[in-house]
């Protein structure tokens, strides 16, 4: 698959492409109705995965739904005759002196991380646009913290952000900045766990922004130089307004899954210390999974609000690809 | 574009900066995983392995091959469930057109949207009644939910590319859908099926969320819960530590020397399309 043919322009000319020489596109174009025997033949392809996903997506959404109404014990867990309590678990949740810190936390280390990965993804995706040797080369080399496991990606840096022995505090020593204790102290555990997550989303922002770049056509850029734009005047004037629909995509996408980052935070710092890193998915983690006394009443209702939130934003999303799809 | 060489030379080493820049905490796992125990406390720390060692990748064979193991089979066998079950569906969105498929897409992109932890806590529930708790099949039921809704959308893209007239003379020569499927579409299909399968093995491979709630204590947990139980039962070692995380790391390695193209086709089409 040629990655630029996924662009919304260029998309858009493949499938008039595809238009001319082939049936009408699939994406959102009125097909004539089609005889009944290629209908059953279609959903004989789309069955197992309907099946799979009614199976595999909605029956444990259900189940977790469900969680979140009864309350449980590890007793009832395992003979499921939990009581209904009905929203019982969302009002302990809500008055959980957790919940404030936590939503907070959730909003700064979603927001912060989406800003730094954009704005450095950004800034790497218009130097690696340049020609020059080696450029693809490192622009591919950049893919490999998105690539590593999460397990590694915050092992390595729970060592280097280690108060005592780690890379990061004996670097500070040398500017005689003393040591900070990046993941044990609650002031610096959120901006710990940011960092980290930070450098893992910037190679995806890279890579999509970079895309989005080569389909910028290059006369853009020589008329606005004709024009006597500088490099400054042209990367507002032509890069950042034509990027426009894939910043928003990326962005979107960024929030999506930045909302839901649970690795990270869990294994540097396990929320802590003192809940100064607890966002919604750690903390449902931490109520479902992390005490030896289990609250999945909660922590499922923690989830759920975390699927609202979520599937608001996926709204958001399939809204603007729809649009730029029509246009 | 009419640069110097003198120019374009210094935007190879800026280039090569940012690179070692962004590359640093990779550097950093590798070195650590060479150095010695008494060295590992050091203040400051090695910049280079000077006196590096191999023991922290001897205590990986010792203990961590099994976790090896399980993980290799799971990847496979989520990459297997994965294609099987998208492939199909992705044929049909993409070809057949069937009335109720723009709702199914639509479907798939919100599935994309669930987070894992609660994915994970609806899986627990049940596989807790059905006894699939810390089984392997459980597990890779799991991790292929990471992969499907995007490699059904990956190969819908991927088959409208192919061009209708083949499909229309298969069927003038008397071929069903299935053998034209089977016999056109799919070998037609092949670099989506490597960019599917890639992403289907990596991701169940870096899988920490289902594995820390469905297998975890059991007898066959992936190297994500090998690592994390290394770091929880013991944080003096972490040349072993680091050494099990380099090789946790490679299958990433692999994949991104021998098969780039397909990693950036499939991280710019999971985030851009039509």
Same mark, same amino acid.
């Given at each position: 698959?040629?990655?630029?043919?996924?662009?919304?322009?260029?998309?858009?000319?493949?499938?008039?492409?595809?238009?001319?020489? +082939?049936?009408?596109?699939?994406?959102?174009?009125?097909?004539?109705?089609?005889?009944?025997?290629?209908? *059953?033949?279609?959903?004989?392809?789309?069955?197992?995965?309907?099946?799979?996903?009614?199976?595999?997506?909605?029956?444990?959404?259900?189940?977790?739904?469900?969680?979140?109404?009864?309350?449980?014990?590890?007793?009832?867990?395992?003979?499921?005759?939990?009581?209904?309590?009905?929203?019982?678990?969302?009002?302990?949740?809500?008055?959980?002196?957790?919940?404030?810190?936590?939503?907070?936390?959730?909003?700064?280390?979603?927001?912060?991380?989406?800003?730094?990965?954009?704005?450095? @993804?950004?800034?790497?995706?218009?130097?690696?646009?340049?020609?020059?040797?080696?450029?693809? +080369?490192?622009?591919?080399?950049?893919?490999?913290? *998105?690539?590593?496991?999460?397990?590694?990606?915050?092992?390595? *840096?729970?060592?280097?952000?280690?108060?005592?022995?780690?890379?990061?505090?004996?670097?500070?020593?040398?500017?005689?900045?003393?040591?900070?204790?990046?993941?044990?102290?609650?002031?610096?555990?959120?901006?710990?766990?940011?960092?980290?997550?930070?450098?893992?989303?910037?190679?995806?922002?890279?890579?999509?922004?970079?895309?989005?770049?080569?389909?910028?056509?290059?006369?853009?850029? =020589?008329?606005?130089?004709?024009?006597?734009?500088?490099? *400054?005047?042209?990367?507002?004037?032509?890069? %950042?307004?034509?990027?426009?629909?894939?910043?928003?995509?990326?962005?979107?996408?960024?929030?999506?899954?930045?909302?839901?980052?649970?690795?990270?935070?869990?294994?540097?710092?396990?929320?802590?210390?003192? =809940?100064?890193?607890?966002? %919604?998915?750690?903390?449902?983690?931490?109520?479902?999974?992390?005490?030896?006394?289990?609250?999945?009443?909660?922590?499922?209702?923690? @989830?759920?609000?975390?699927?609202?939130?979520?599937?608001?934003?996926?709204?958001?999303?399939?809204?603007?690809?729809?649009?730029?799809?029509?246009? | 574009?009419?640069?110097?060489?003198?120019?374009?030379?210094?935007?190879?080493? &800026?280039?090569?900066?940012?690179?070692?820049?962004?590359?640093?905490?990779?550097?950093?796992?590798?070195?650590?995983?060479? &150095?010695? #125990?008494?060295?590992?406390?050091?203040?400051? !720390?090695?910049?280079? !392995?000077?006196?590096?060692?191999?023991?922290?990748?001897?205590?990986?064979?010792?203990?961590?091959?099994?976790?090896?193991?399980?993980?290799?089979?799971?990847?496979?066998?989520?990459?297997?469930?994965?294609?099987?079950?998208?492939? !199909?569906?992705?044929?049909?969105?993409?070809?057949?057109?069937?009335?109720?498929?723009?709702?199914?897409?639509?479907?798939?992109?919100?599935?994309?949207?669930?987070?894992?932890?609660?994915?994970?806590?609806?899986?627990?529930?049940?596989?807790?009644?059905?006894?699939?708790?810390?089984?392997?099949?459980?597990?890779?039921?799991? /991790?292929?939910?990471?992969?499907?809704?995007?490699?059904?959308?990956?190969?819908?893209?991927?088959?409208?590319?192919?061009?209708?007239?083949?499909?229309?003379?298969?069927?003038? /020569?008397?071929?069903?859908?299935?053998?034209?499927?089977?016999?056109?579409?799919?070998?037609?299909?092949?670099?989506?099926?490597? &960019?599917?399968?890639?992403?289907?093995?990596?991701?169940?491979?870096? #899988?920490?969320?289902?594995?820390?709630?469905?297998?975890?204590?059991?007898?066959?947990?992936?190297?994500?819960?090998?690592?994390?139980?290394?770091?929880?039962?013991?944080?003096?070692?972490?040349?072993?530590?680091?050494?099990?995380?380099?090789?946790?790391?490679?299958?990433?390695?692999?994949?991104?020397?021998?098969?780039?193209?397909?990693?950036?086709?499939?991280?710019?089409?999971?985030?851009?399309? /039509?």
């Amino acid at each position: 698959m040629n990655h630029t043919t996924q662009l919304p322009d260029r998309a858009s000319v493949h499938a008039r492409k595809g238009a001319a020489a +082939t049936a009408p596109p699939p994406a959102r174009a009125r097909s004539p109705r089609r005889p009944t025997s290629t209908q *059953w033949a279609a959903w004989g392809f789309l069955a197992p995965v309907a099946l799979y996903l009614i199976l595999f997506y909605a029956y444990p959404l259900y189940r977790n739904l469900d969680l979140s109404l009864r309350h449980y014990t590890v007793r009832s867990f395992v003979q499921g005759d939990a009581p209904f309590t009905g929203l019982q678990n969302y009002r302990t949740v809500l008055d959980d002196p957790t919940f404030a810190p936590a939503l907070l936390h959730t909003v700064v280390f979603t927001a912060v991380c989406l800003f730094f990965q954009y704005a450095i @993804g950004l800034a790497l995706a218009v130097f690696f646009n340049q020609h020059f040797r080696l450029s693809a +080369t490192l622009r591919a080399l950049f893919l490999v913290p *998105w690539l590593l496991p999460l397990i590694v990606s915050a092992s390595t *840096w729970s060592w280097m952000l280690n108060s005592d022995s780690g890379i990061v505090n004996a670097a500070l020593n040398l500017v005689g900045i003393g040591p900070v204790n990046w993941l044990t102290s609650p002031s610096w555990s959120l901006t710990s766990v940011i960092i980290a997550n930070i450098w893992i989303g910037v190679p995806f922002n890279l890579v999509v922004l970079h895309s989005g770049l080569q389909s910028i056509p290059n006369s853009l850029y =020589e008329a606005a130089a004709l024009d006597g734009a500088n490099a *400054w005047q042209r990367f507002w004037r032509v890069t %950042f307004p034509l990027l426009r629909p894939v910043s928003a995509i990326t962005l979107l996408l960024g929030l999506i899954y930045t909302l839901k980052v649970f690795d990270i935070i869990w294994i540097m710092t396990k929320g802590g210390p003192a =809940e100064s890193s607890t966002t %919604f998915a750690t903390w449902s983690y931490q109520l479902g999974f992390g005490n030896l006394l289990p609250a999945f009443g909660p922590g499922a209702a923690v @989830g759920n609000l975390l699927v609202v939130a979520a599937l608001v934003f996926g709204l958001i999303y399939m809204k603007v690809q729809r649009k730029q799809a029509l246009s | 574009m009419n640069r110097s060489t003198h120019r374009t030379w210094w935007k190879t080493a &800026t280039g090569l900066l940012l690179t070692g820049i962004m590359l640093f905490p990779v550097y950093w796992m590798l070195n650590v995983s060479f &150095t010695r #125990d008494q060295d590992m406390r050091k203040s400051p !720390p090695d910049l280079f !392995p000077a006196h590096g060692t191999l023991a922290g990748y001897r205590t990986v064979l010792d203990e961590q091959l099994p976790y090896l193991g399980t993980s290799l089979v799971i990847g496979l066998g989520t990459v297997a469930v994965t294609v099987a079950l998208s492939a !199909p569906a992705g044929y049909a969105l993409a070809k057949l057109r069937p009335r109720g498929g723009g709702l199914l897409s639509f479907v798939l992109l919100a599935a994309q949207m669930i987070p894992g932890i609660i994915m994970a806590m609806g899986f627990y529930a049940i596989y807790l009644q059905l006894g699939l708790l810390q089984s392997v099949p459980g597990l890779i039921v799991a /991790d292929s939910t990471l992969a499907v809704p995007f490699a059904v959308l990956i190969f819908t893209a991927f088959m409208s590319g192919i061009p209708g007239e083949l499909l229309q003379a298969a069927k003038t /020569d008397g071929a069903g859908a299935l053998r034209t499927f089977w016999s056109i579409v799919l070998p037609m299909s092949r670099n989506a099926v490597v &960019t599917v399968s890639l992403f289907a093995f990596l991701w169940s491979w870096s #899988d920490f969320v289902f594995a820390g709630t469905l297998v975890n204590g059991g007898p066959h947990e992936p190297i994500t819960l090998g690592i994390y139980h290394y770091i929880g039962n013991n944080n003096q070692e972490w040349n072993a530590i680091m050494a099990t995380a380099v090789v946790a790391s490679l299958p990433a390695a692999v994949i991104l020397v021998l098969a780039q193209r397909y990693v950036a086709a499939g991280v710019t089409a999971g985030a851009v399309k /039509d």
